[in-house]
T-cell receptor, first 115, second 113 residues
Framework: ETGVTQTPRHLVMGMTNKKSLKCEQH?????MYWYKQSAKKPLELMFV???????ENNSVPSRFSPECPNSSHLFLHLHTLQPEDSALYLC??????????????FGNGTRLTVT | KNQVEQSPQSLIILEGKNCTLQ??????????LRWYKQDTGRGPVSLTIMTFSENTKSNGRYTATLDADTKQSSLHITASQLSDSASYICVVRNNNAGNMLTFGGGTRLMVKP
């Protein structure tokens, strides 16, 4: 079983709803990430947190709002989404040492459908 | 522009057969290249990492190769099993201050009995 847990596994929301995705890692890693995976497209990096500090925001629309209260938990708050935001949202963690050889450990994702 | 191109996009083979997946990249400066396997409904899982000095590396029935001169990598699967059905994603890390990752679009492999 993966050391990165994401909830919920599936989410259907209307464009006016507000919801949150949750990610928890049990690996003691110091970095956490949100990725978006759309059909037939490469994974897109959304946000990076290193030691709880956001180090990257990849030009993501403000309707996506990340939160990292501690090094083990990561949230993605969603509001007024668009149908094109429907995708698989993957959380990942890694132990960053500055060398760059650490693999990403992914959760199983939240399948989001915006109606 | 950093890019990672994978081929083929999809592949169907019979159980027990071998196959080779390709990954071409333009990422520079190069740090390492990693292959991930993503089963349906799951997150990607790392199979192997290749650094600049490595030409080949095996992980069970999976063998990855790297040619840093031509900027090409391959993933060879031997004696395929039904459980090999998955998407295989090539990811290249650059060697600058950002250590940025560039993802390929993946190859979707289906192994049929």
């Amino acid at each position: 079983e993966t050391g990165v847990t994401q909830t919920p596994r599936h989410l259907v929301m209307g464009m006016t709803n507000k919801k949150s995705l949750k990610c928890e890692q049990h690996l003691g890693h110091n970095a956490m990430y949100w990725y978006k995976q759309s059909a037939k497209k490469p994974l897109e990096l959304m946000f990076v947190y290193n030691f709880k500090e956001q180090t990257e925001n990849n030009s993501v629309p403000s309707r996506f709002s990340p939160e990292c209260p501690n090094s083990s938990h990561l949230f993605l708050h969603l509001h007024t989404l668009q149908p094109e935001d429907s995708a698989l949202y993957l959380c990942a963690s890694s132990q960053e040492t500055g060398i760059g050889n650490s693999p990403l450990h992914f959760g199983n994702g939240t399948r989001l459908t915006v109606t | 522009k950093n890019q990672v191109e994978q081929s083929p996009q999809s592949l169907i083979i019979l159980e027990g057969k071998n196959c080779t997946l390709q990954c071409n990249y333009t990422v520079s400066p190069f740090s390492n290249l990693r292959w991930y396997k993503q089963d349906t409904g799951r997150g990607p899982v790392s199979l192997t990492i290749m650094t600049f000095s490595e030409n080949t590396k095996s992980n069970g029935r999976y063998t990855a190769t790297l040619d840093a001169d031509t900027k090409q990598s391959s993933l060879h699967i031997t004696a395929s099993q039904l459980s090999d059905s998955a998407s295989y994603i090539c990811v290249v890390r650059n060697n600058n201050a950002g250590n940025m990752l560039t993802f390929g679009g993946g190859t979707r492999l289906m192994v049929k009995p």
